[in-house]
Structure formats: C-alpha cells, structure tokens
C-alpha cells in the first residue's frame, strides 16, 4: 500500500534586494535638511551652491555635502561654470527612482 506524499514546491527564499540607485535615492530623501534644500529648486529654478546654503540656512560647505548626496540619489543635478556649481531638479533622475522602487515594491508586497 502506498503512502501519500506531499509534493514540495521550490521557494525562492534569496532576499530582494534595491538596485543601489534605489538605494542611494532613499538615502538621499531619508534628511529633512536635505528635503528643505530639495524644495528650493521647485519650478525649475537652478541655484548655485552659496544660494542654497544662504537659503536653507546651512553653512556652504555643509550644503554642497547635502547637495551631492542629493546628487547621488538622482535627484539633482549640477553643472559648472568657472569655478560655480549649479544645481536644479533632475525631474528625469526622480521619475527613474520612482518607477525602480515601484517595481521593486510590486515584487515583494
């Protein structure tokens, strides 16, 4: 006589992981210093680095820290001119990040 027997499905148990691009644009999103620097580039407006800081009401060298994890996050981006740095929104970088982390998000909830 045989004996039922369970048939084991295979799970994949390996941890979902971010793309470190998602990664780095939650990280940069994650300070609420760098959220009030973020909101002074609404409606496209570029700033150089001394703008933002006078603005924010940060010191410059800690704004231009802030400003390049932003940076990395995709979330802006900067040109130079001489010896400026300007930054504005990268409103292509912010809809990439957006659309990766959905994905990301789809998978594993």
Do not use: W
């Amino acid at each position: 006589m045989s004996t039922p027997t369970s048939q084991a499905t295979a799970v994949d148990t390996s941890p979902l992981e971010l793309s470190q691009a998602t990664h780095d644009f939650l990280s940069a999103l994650a300070s609420p210093t760098r959220q009030r620097v973020l909101l002074l580039f609404a409606r496209g407006a570029e700033l150089a680095v001394g703008e933002v800081a006078e603005r924010a009401g940060i010191s410059q060298p800690t704004a231009s820290q802030q400003l390049q994890i932003l940076r990395r996050g995709g979330i802006v981006t900067s040109r130079r001119e001489g010896r400026v740095v300007f930054y504005r929104a990268d409103r292509d970088g912010v809809t990439r990040a957006l659309g990766d982390l959905q994905a990301y998000l789809q998978v594993c909830c």
